[in-house]
């Protein structure tokens, strides 16, 4: 499949029509001789030019998330990385790869530093909960009938008084 020189200016002068640049769609569609074309403009879509050039740019980004011989990663589908309109100009694929390469493995090095960090508040947390615990018995056993605590006497205190 290829497009002709005739086929890309017929789609840069309807994007400039449509643009409402009718001055420039003038001068473009006169110097490259649009008019003489044999391009029905009944069966162009308004918008192909964007929209041939939108999935021109998915089309790369699907070639850069593959292997350089076509094939899947096994965590591809669910690795899929999105690249930048800007990166998707400018670099070829080959850097496109080594770009999407260096995003999963930032990707992996933040996942197991989440992982890590829920680990620790996990263990934390049960390290807290045991020493609350603790602390909680030994106060209950040395301060068991006495109400000269900081917060004052408890309800179990008072009843144990009023007896």
């Not at 002068?13 to 009944?42: C, D, M, P």
């Not at 496109?96 to 960090?117: D, F, G, V």
């Amino acid at each position: 499949m290829s497009i002709t020189s005739d086929e890309v200016n017929y789609l840069v002068f309807r994007y400039l029509q449509e643009s409402g640049f009718q001055h420039s769609a003038f001068t473009f569609g006169y110097e490259s001789l649009v008019h003489k074309s044999e391009i029905n403009g009944n069966d162009v879509p308004p918008g192909a030019l964007i929209s041939f050039i939108q999935k021109g740019l998915q089309y790369l980004e699907v070639e850069a998330n593959l292997n350089a011989d076509g094939s899947l990663d096994e965590n591809t589908p669910s690795d899929f990385t999105l690249l930048q309109p800007e990166e998707l100009l400018t670099k070829d694929v080959h850097e496109l790869r080594k770009t999407i390469q260096k995003k999963k493995e930032q990707r992996s090095k933040q996942e197991k530093l989440k992982q890590k960090q829920k680990e620790g508040q996990m263990n934390g947390s049960k390290g807290k909960k045991s020493k609350q615990t603790s602390q909680n018995n030994n106060s209950n056993n040395n301060n068991s009938g006495s109400s000269d605590r900081a917060g004052g006497p408890t309800p179990m205190d008072e009843d144990k008084v009023a007896e």
